[in-house]
Nanobody
Framework: QVQLVESGGGLVQAGESLRLSCEVS????????IGWYRQVPRRARELVAR???????LFVGDVRGRFVIFTDNSKNAVDLQMYNLKKEDTAVYYC?????????WGRGTQVTVSS
């Protein structure tokens, strides 16, 4: 069974950077099928970064230009590098498939940005 473990979150000030990692254990067809989601209290989980079918990175909303998603085959992971963090980026970040049946959700990693 596929297991997803997110890490790298923390408390930072606005304008700082963080790098999140999603380590994947178990057999999956391609790391490109994994994207990053985030969730704030009382709101639905939203997809913020993924790869296109051609492997190009895609971003949603105002994270475009500030977040970078990439795969690390040596760790079997999908990382999310976040630059110039804003208070509104505060959320629990998760990774999972972006199409098809979802894998079991991991615990996520909390990102808190103070102004």
């Amino acid at each position: 069974q596929v297991q997803l473990v997110e890490s790298g979150g923390g408390l930072v000030q606005a304008g700082e950077s963080l790098r999140l990692s999603c380590e994947v254990s178990g057999s999956i067809s391609s790391l490109d099928g994994i994207g990053w989601y985030r969730q704030v209290p009382r709101r639905a989980r939203e997809l913020v970064a993924r790869f296109s079918i051609l492997g190009d990175p895609l971003f949603v909303g105002d994270v475009r230009g500030r977040f970078v998603i990439f795969t690390d085959n040596s760790k079997n992971a999908v990382d999310l590098q976040m630059y110039n963090l804003k208070k509104e980026d505060t959320a629990v970040y998760y990774c999972n498939r972006v199409a098809g049946r979802l894998y079991p959700w991991g615990r996520g990693t909390q990102v808190t940005v103070s102004s």
